[in-house]
């Protein structure tokens, strides 16, 4: 070992190759001593370089591993939920079909039977016509009450005109 050591030196610095001479037994166990404390040195040093990365990588493999289980329960349950919403929704489009369909009809019925009773002249009075708006179902709110007003107002100057004309006769 001291015949390496003193080869790798002198290559190193460029000296020349020179005789190399034996150590003496104190020195050649001390420098034994040295090269095993070193070598223990080292291998403690790169056991607990190797065992730490190993146990890096090992934590990162878990954590990636839970990354990717909980990103598969998150995909499952977004497929999941969507399905739900989607029937769900049909279910209700085909409700408000449903519900359309009979408004429809019950206006259709109503509209005929308020047609029906005018006609049937229960709209009369003691000889005395009553004028009935025509109901649209299908109108807003708004424009039957516009109409039912401006009905009124015409019943009302009619029913002040008869009147006047029947004061002064009396």
Do not use: C, Y
Request: net charge negative; aromatic share 4%.
């Amino acid at each position: 070992m001291h015949r390496t050591e003193v080869r790798l030196r002198t290559n190193i610095l460029g000296e020349p190759a020179k005789h190399i001479r034996p150590l003496s037994e104190t020195r050649a166990i001390e420098s034994g001593a040295n090269a095993l404390a070193e070598g223990f040195l080292f291998a403690v040093a790169a056991g607990l370089i190797i065992g730490e990365t190993w146990r890096s990588s090992r934590n990162q493999s878990k954590r990636r591993d839970d990354v990717d289980d909980k990103l598969e329960d998150l995909d499952t349950r977004i497929t999941e939920l969507t399905t739900r919403f989607n029937s769900l929704a049909s279910q209700i489009e085909e409700r408000l079909d449903e519900e359309r369909r009979r408004n429809d009809e019950l206006s259709r019925i109503l509209e005929r039977m308020v047609e029906i009773g005018l006609r049937g002249g229960w709209a009369e009075f003691e000889d005395t016509p009553l004028r009935i708006p025509r109901i649209s179902l299908s109108r807003s709110h708004r424009e039957v009450d516009q109409e039912t007003q401006e009905e009124r107002d015409n019943s009302i100057e009619t029913s002040d005109g008869d009147s006047s004309r029947s004061s002064p006769s009396s």
